[in-house]
């Protein structure tokens, strides 16, 4: 059983570009959560989906960041018009439907640089 | 508000030595506790957790108890190995919620 898959697991954008980030959730999970990590943190929350709804999106910065999880293929996380401030690693993580928020697994990340 | 707290680093310990990373914790509700372990370029691996008071997650050598007296969940381990060189999150999760809350993560570094 593969594990959450992220690709690609290194990005490098310049500035003003648009970023695009892919989860693939374990199989048969069908909850996806996004988590920033900035340089010298910890990760921060940003979103939580479901297939076709967005449940939490407390996290997430108002302008330039929204996120997808359609009824097929992965989530997408998108940033558009990128500046320095967004080189982080970004996680995904998902859950099966009956999982509570600590059934998480997280997938290996995302590294942008933004140049 | 919901959050962790946990020491800062960066450890260096020698091979064999006792380790020990504080975390404590701050939440609503009834919380459940984690450590991560991050390699290198690598993502989080879950390493223990533990879902309610007094309860004692294990794993490869690293314990933890939930203590909710002294709210911690404090990290240690008996010997350490150069292996065991990552960077240690401790988080929480609440049973009604849907996020994690990380602390921001103590780098070790084992020499041999």
């Known amino acids: 059983n593969a594990g959450v898959m992220q690709n690609p697991r290194h990005l490098v954008r310049r500035r003003g570009q648009e970023a695009r980030l892919r989860c693939s959730p374990m199989?048969?999970?069908?909850?996806v959560y996004w988590y920033r990590q900035l340089p010298e943190e910890g990760l921060k929350f940003m979103v939580y989906l479901q297939k076709e709804n967005i449940i939490d999106e407390s996290g997430m910065p108002k302008e330039r960041f929204s996120a997808e999880f359609p009824k097929e293929g992965p989530s997408i996380l998108r940033i558009q018009q990128v500046v320095r401030g967004d080189s982080a690693a970004y996680f995904c993580?998902?859950?099966?439907?009956?999982?509570?928020?600590?059934?998480?697994?997280f997938g290996p990340g995302t590294r942008l640089t933004v140049t | 508000g919901d959050s962790v707290t946990q020491m800062e680093g960066p450890v260096t310990l020698s091979e064999e030595a006792f380790l020990t990373i504080n975390c404590t914790y701050t939440a609503t509700g009834y919380p459940s506790l984690f450590w991560y372990v991050q390699y290198p370029g690598e993502g989080l691996q879950l390493l223990l957790k533990a879902t309610k008071a007094d309860d004692k997650g294990s794993n490869k050598g690293f314990e933890a108890t939930y203590r909710k007296e002294t709210t911690s969940f404090h990290l240690e381990k008996g010997s350490v190995q150069v292996s065991d060189s990552a960077v240690y999150f401790c988080?929480?999760?609440?049973?009604?919620?849907?996020?994690?809350?990380f602390g921001t993560g103590t780098s070790l570094t084992v020499i041999p």
């Open positions: 199989k048969g999970h069908s909850h």
């Open positions: 993580a998902s859950s099966p439907p009956e999982g509570k928020a600590y059934e998480q697994y």
């Open positions: 988080a929480l999760t609440l049973n009604t919620g849907n996020q994690f809350y």
